[in-house]
């Protein structure tokens, strides 16, 4: 006696649709094709900070010639490199993409926002990273900064958790104001933090009353944590509390943004 096996009801048997992890990849991937489409970004954000060094750090041979000192100014300036991808991606990237119709019919789709986001966040941690390559290449041949490799892995992987705040800042201002004004708002951010933050100049130069407030930048908080991780230069006691406080502060920011900016598409 055979037995045999019952069709399955119409609509028992799905498909299940790509994970989380693939359209993210996926996105991330779409994300540095279209930013590779327009060589000058590339180009802008690999050679700003290699010649900021050039500029302020190699001329001085109190600097570039005191293994100490260049590490640090070389720490300084991967600090500055990431803000500035971070705020520029976030910021006027996001801006620009609300005002293409494609990225409203992404938020629409089933899997949501998501995707896009965390394929955004990919990319622009893969540009800050490739930026440090010629900073540090110039760094190594150009002046006495020097680290071991490991130390220089968890720097790299320290300068993007410091930058994480930069990045939902840069997340608020891309969901709250249009391309035009995006772009405005990046660079009165980017380079009074930088400057104020002792990422152009040493900290330890400040007047009093700048080393103060600088203190409760930021930027500064940043880049003594990752000074720290580089030479061993202890960072101020309220380094990561600071640079915690702002994430937080900016994190609620983009939130707001982001549902500001949803409610007026879509209600």
Request: hydrophobic content about 55%; some cysteine.
């Amino acid at each position: 006696m055979s037995t045999a096996t019952a069709p399955a009801p119409i609509g028992a048997i799905t498909r299940s649709g790509p994970s989380l992890l693939s359209l993210t990849l996926r996105h991330a991937k779409f994300s540095v094709l279209e930013t590779i489409r327009t060589p000058i970004a590339v180009v802008g954000n690999l050679l700003f900070p290699t010649l900021a060094m050039f500029f302020f750090v190699v001329p001085q041979a109190s600097v570039a010639g005191n293994p100490l000192f260049a590490t640090a100014a070389v720490g300084q300036l991967a600090m500055f490199s990431v803000m500035s991808t971070f705020l520029f991606t976030f910021g006027s990237g996001v801006a620009e993409d609300r005002a293409l119709p494609f990225e409203g019919y992404i938020r629409t789709l089933p899997a949501g926002a998501a995707p896009r986001m965390l394929g955004r966040v990919l990319a622009g941690c893969l540009y800050a990273l490739v930026s440090l390559i010629p900073l540090g290449v110039g760094g190594a041949l150009f002046t006495q900064a020097t680290a071991p490799p490991a130390t220089v892995l968890l720097a790299a992987l320290m300068v993007l958790v410091v930058g994480l705040p930069f990045l939902m800042l840069g997340l608020a201002i891309g969901y709250r104001m249009s391309s035009k004004a995006a772009i405005a708002v990046v660079q009165a951010v980017l380079f009074p933090l930088a400057f104020a933050g002792g990422l152009f100049l040493p900290a330890e130069i400040f007047p009093s009353w700048l080393n103060t407030l600088s203190q409760a930048l930021p930027s500064r908080a940043g880049r003594d944590l990752l000074i720290q991780v580089l030479t061993g230069q202890q960072a101020y006691a309220l380094a990561l509390p600071v640079l915690i406080a702002w994430g937080l502060l900016f994190t609620a920011l983009a939130v707001l943004a982001y549902r500001r900016d949803e409610g007026r598409r879509f209600n």
